[in-house]
């Protein structure tokens, strides 16, 4: 069965944590974001569930996911429902919560990233924000970007797996989302990322290992793998000190 996925085009978003576990999964979908308006993709379809009048459980925000009569909204639920049907996630309750909770510590850490351009409000630009941006953005990667790091290292370090990941021996989509997030800093903050990496040796295994997985890899040099840009969550600002 064909998914479709809901996400703003011209950004990889949180979209792109839903693409990254289609894509290892192999999982045939369509990607409204990259579809023409007039073939129902675009604005358009994100804002027919988003303000439809007939949708009983509708989504707050993309991304969101059709699979059949289900309309799935919240990434790491949407994560959950995927990586249970693919094998991305592990198959006994107590590691599949840990596997959702992982998620739900990357999501959090993607909120501040969003945060260092945003702090004020969404509904402001950035440059009617800079101020408030800049003072976000130093606490975020003086305290917050090591307080998330050295976490993630830690699991990593106590999966008695001993592998490069997270969860257990294999693959999960919190694996795919933690590697995504590693690429986003390395875009956004690039001196303190690569310093950072050079600290943590298990971070930087995991994210080689996810980007190098044949499937992830193909899907990466695709044209379908949108280029980090500043309408994204994680932005790169100069003036924010990288
Ligand atoms: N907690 C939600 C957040 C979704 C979200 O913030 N989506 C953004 C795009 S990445 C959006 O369109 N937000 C609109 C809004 O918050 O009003 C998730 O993880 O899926």
């Known amino acids: 069965m064909s998914y479709t996925l809901y996400y703003w085009p011209g950004l990889q978003g949180r979209g792109e944590f839903v693409r990254l576990a289609l894509e ?21 379809a994100i804002m027919r569930y988003l303000d439809g009048g007939d949708v009983t459980r ?18 790491a639920n949407i994560l959950y429902y995927i990586g249970g049907r693919h094998g991305l996630a592990p198959r006994d309750e107590a590691a599949r919560l840990w596997v959702n909770q992982l998620q739900l510590t990357v999501a959090d850490f993607t909120g501040e990233g969003h945060d260092t351009h945003h702090p004020i409000a969404v509904s402001l630009t950035y440059s009617q924000q800079k101020k408030e941006a800049l003072r976000r953005t130093r606490h975020f990667l003086d305290e917050r970007v090591p307080r998330f ?43 303190t990322t690569r310093k950072a990496l050079e600290k943590r040796a298990g971070l930087a295994r995991l994210q080689e290992a996810a980007f190098t997985r044949p499937r ?12 980090f840009n500043n309408d994204d969550v994680f932005r790169h600002y100069a003036e924010l000190g990288e």
């Open 24 to 44: 290892e999964a192999g999982a045939p979908y369509v990607d409204t974001a990259l579809e023409l308006v007039k073939n129902g993709g675009g604005v358009p």
């Open 58 to 75: 509708p989504p707050f925000a993309p991304p969101f996911l059709k699979s059949g009569r289900l309309l799935i909204g919240q990434t």
């Open 149 to 191: 790091f050295d976490y993630f290292e830690t699991v990593i370090e106590r999966n008695r797996s001993r592998g490069p990941w997270m969860a257990g021996a294999r693959l999960s989509y919190a694996d795919l989302s933690l590697a995504q997030v590693l690429a986003w800093m390395g875009y956004a903050f690039p001196k």
């Open 216 to 227: 992830i890899e193909r899907y990466l040099l695709s044209k379908r793998r949108l280029a």
